[in-house]
């Protein structure tokens, strides 16, 4: 069981940046893969980005590369986002989630564990 518990988010500038963190509890989260999703009123919840167990590999989507970056500490139990560069279109609620396994998916079936969500607003 993985409990997972998002922080971070608020109200920023476009161009702007903010660090979210994913604090979680449980023995299984540092042998899961990660990944943070996002839902914007009235569209449905969409991949952000997603980092393997051992924080080796990462996967993002193309409306975030390069802006968007994952990592996690496993010593501290926790994954991050950082964002840079953010535009009006990335407001929305962020989640984070912890796989089932190891693999790295941008299929939120493949994520059994939820935070509650944390709200990020980009004002233009």
């Known amino acids: 069981q993985v409990q997972l518990v998002e922080s971070g988010g608020g109200l920023v500038q476009a161009g702007g940046s903010l660090r979210l963190s994913c604090a979680a509890s449980g023995r299984t989260f540092s042998s899961s893969a990660m990944g943070w999703f996002r839902q914007a009123p009235g569209k449905e919840r969409e991949f952000v980005c997603a980092i393997s167990w051992s924080g080796g590999y990462t996967y993002y989507a193309d409306s975030v590369k390069g802006r968007f970056t994952i990592s996690r500490s496993n010593a501290k139990n926790t994954g991050y986002l950082q964002m840079n560069s953010l535009r009006p279109e990335d407001t929305a609620v962020y989640y984070c989630?912890?796989?089932?396994?190891?693999?790295?998916?941008?299929?939120?079936?493949?994520?059994?564990?939820w935070g509650q969500g944390t709200q990020v607003t980009v004002s233009s």
């Open positions: 989630a912890a796989a089932l396994g190891v693999v790295i998916t941008r299929s939120a079936n493949g994520y059994g564990y």
